[in-house]
């Protein structure tokens, strides 16, 4: 699992209502653009190469 797809997955699996009881504060904008501006800067990070060579041995690899 890379780690763009980790933060896909913590961020589906947010319970909203137990964030808006710890953080009433918080806006659900203000995670989604947490949320965009970590993809963003994952997204700027090469992959590691272990899962670089799997992607080629799996045929998914995009150059």
Known sequence: M???SLLRAIY???R???LYEALP???RRQ???LFRELREALGDVAEAPEELAAKVAGGEALL
């Open 2 to 4: 890379n780690k763009l």
């Open 12 to 14: 589906e699996a947010i």
């Open 16 to 18: 909203w209502d137990k």
């Open 25 to 27: 504060e918080v806006s």
């Open 31 to 33: 995670v989604d653009e």
